[in-house]
């Protein structure tokens, strides 16, 4: 028998011992699932006032909450880019004329882009 033999065999066996559980009993290795994610009613009211906070509101919030675009801090050629990105990858109506010029002007004045306290250390890779 070769060295590394047992230690093969034992895997399997192992594997198999898994295996056999899993399927004999998957109501029970599958009871404990996490719970179903509930998304928060929100308010354009809860988010800083400015010309164009409903229309952003409402444009960014078809997809996601909109605590994920006010968590964010970027310039507006960073803002620009996110929406074309929204558009091409994920499908968002495309903003165009007046109304992209409102909501990147609402982005750009309400959520610029965050300074680090006390002029800390700042990533050199990052985009901002």
Known sequence: MRRHEPIAAALLAWRLFLAAALLAAPGA?????????????????????????????????????????????????????????MNEKHGMAALEGKERETVLNYLEATFPPRTPAGGGWQNPFSNR
């Open 29 to 85: 290795v599958w009871a404990q699932s996490p719970p179903a994610f509930t998304p928060r009613e929100e308010n354009p009211e809860e988010f800083p006032a400015g010309p164009g906070r409903d229309d952003t509101f409402y444009a960014c919030t078809a997809c996601h909450g909109f605590k994920l675009v006010a968590q964010q801090g970027m310039n507006r050629r960073q803002w620009e880019e996110i929406l074309q990105l």
